[in-house]
Structures are given as structure tokens and as C-alpha cells.
């Protein structure tokens, strides 16, 4: 492991935790595929599937507490949609983690395809008036959203994300939950569910302790410094940056499942 490894690995988590706290995700839709494609390019090392779920789930837990920590002041919070969402991501997102030892590599990343496939196509259904409803009038059917979370909670732990770049869309799209709430949210239920997706990979032998150490001092620094400036970007700008950035990598995971 030389000092050319590290920079890379630093590099790859820095620049995926700044997006990720910039729109309110934990960063595994953007960790994932540059974990898996970047270091083999330049030849340092070629990480499986298993062992990139493993290292994002564990960096993920580390930039999503950071990012919430960014966005506790200001209202931002839905401590309502905290629990109810929190509780049942926790819950499927152990189930995946621990179940995807079972796992082929081809099926996690035909499972990682399907979920930013899904939330691609959500990304794009428009979302009118949704940030025109004030934070302390913003309601929501709190056992629909358990349910998805569960489900998410379910497909995310396998893949080793906390599944926020799945959330995103459904808060958005379906519960029509603000976009500035949402990211602010969204974060802090990434928090929890990663709680599951770690501990799942971590007793079942599934995270490469070096890389992820590398990662989370990344996500430590970028995490907060990203959440610091979404806070001032015009919410349609965080919502295209989110599309753009789960369509890229979707096209690529799918182009390898069906071309490879």
C-alpha cells in the first residue's frame, strides 16, 4: 500500500463525500463505481464487490453523521421523518448487508443497477410546488414511508450504500417532501441505515480496513465543506446535480452487466 494508493483512495472519497453532503446522500452512488473502476486504471489494485460494499458502507457511516451535523440548525430536520423512515431502513439494511454474503458479484451490481435505475427515472417525473410547502406544514403517510425504507433498506445493504440516492427521489417524488428538507433528512436517515449496512458488512468479513480508513478521514473533511455550500445552491441545481450523477452511473454498471 504506497503513497500513490493513498492518494488515490483520498482523492476518490473526497471528491464523492463533497457531492454527497452538497445533495444529500451518503455517497455510495458515486463511491461505488470510482472504487471499482478508478484504482484498476492506474494499476494500484482491483477491489471486488463485496470488498466496495464493504469499504462504502463504512465511509458512508462516517459522511453521513457529518453532513447532518452541518444541517442540524435551521429547521431542516424532520424528526417525524427521522424515526419512522430511520427505524425501518436500519432494519432492511442489516437484512441486505448480512443476506449479500450469498451474494455473486454479478448480483450486487445487478442489484446497485436496479436501484439507481429506479431512482433515475424518479429524478426526472417533475416535482411541482414541492418547495413552495413551508418545513412546519410539510406532511407525510408515515406507514408508506416506512415501507419503502424497508425495501430500500433491503436493496441499499446489499450494495453497501445507506440508500439516500434512493430516498431522495422518494421523498421528493412521492411523499413531496421539500428539497432542502429532504437533503437535510435524507442525511441523517443515511446515518442510521448505514448503522445496519456496516455492521451486516463488518461481521461478515466484507470491509478492507485500510481503504475505508482512508475514506472516512476524506469524508470527514468534504462532507461538511459539500453540505456548507448546497445549503446556498438554487434547489432545482441540487436536484439536476443528483439526476446527472446517478444517470452516469447507472449507464456505466449496466453497460458492464449486459456488454461484460
Do not use: C
Not at 445496519?196 to 468534504?222: D, E, R
Amino acid at each position: 500500500m504506497d503513497f500513490f494508493f493513498i492518494i488515490i483512495i483520498f482523492l476518490i472519497g473526497f471528491v464523492g463525500s463533497f457531492i454527497s453532503g452538497m445533495v444529500g446522500v451518503g455517497g455510495s452512488i458515486i463511491n461505488f463505481p470510482m472504487l471499482l473502476y478508478i484504482p484498476p486504471l492506474f494499476g494500484i489494485i482491483t477491489f471486488t464487490a463485496h470488498e466496495v460494499s464493504g469499504i462504502t458502507a463504512f465511509q458512508v457511516f462516517f459522511a453521513s453523521i457529518s453532513g447532518v451535523w452541518t444541517y442540524r440548525k435551521g429547521g431542516y430536520l424532520n424528526k417525524k421523518l427521522i424515526l419512522f423512515m430511520g427505524g425501518a431502513i436500519l432494519i432492511g439494511s442489516f437484512i441486505g448487508s448480512y443476506g449479500s454474503r450469498l451474494m455473486t458479484e454479478g448480483g450486487i451490481n445487478i442489484v446497485y443497477g436496479v436501484l439507481a435505475l429506479i431512482a433515475i427515472v424518479m429524478m426526472f417525473i417533475p416535482k411541482k410546488g414541492v418547495d413552495d410547502i413551508p418545513f412546519d406544514q410539510v406532511t407525510f403517510n408515515k406507514w408508506l414511508a416506512a415501507s419503502l425504507a424497508l425495501v430500500v433498506g433491503i436493496g441499499a445493504g446489499i450494495v453497501g450504500a445507506a440508500g439516500a440516492f434512493i430516498l431522495v427521489p422518494i421523498m421528493l417524488v412521492v411523499l413531496r417532501i421539500p428539497t432542502r428538507m429532504t437533503i437535510a433528512t435524507s442525511l441523517a436517515i443515511t446515518f442510521i441505515s448505514s448503522i445496519g449496512a456496516t455492521v451486516g458488512k463488518i461481521t461478515t468479513g466484507q470491509v478492507q480496513y485500510f481503504p475505508a480508513f482512508i475514506m472516512v478521514i476524506a469524508s470527514l473533511i468534504a462532507s461538511p465543506l459539500g453540505a456548507n455550500i448546497g445549503k446556498k445552491i438554487n434547489t432545482k441545481i441540487l436536484q439536476w446535480i443528483l439526476a446527472l450523477l446517478i444517470l452516469g452511473t447507472s449507464i456505466k454498471i449496466w453497460s458492464d452487466i449486459l456488454f461484460n
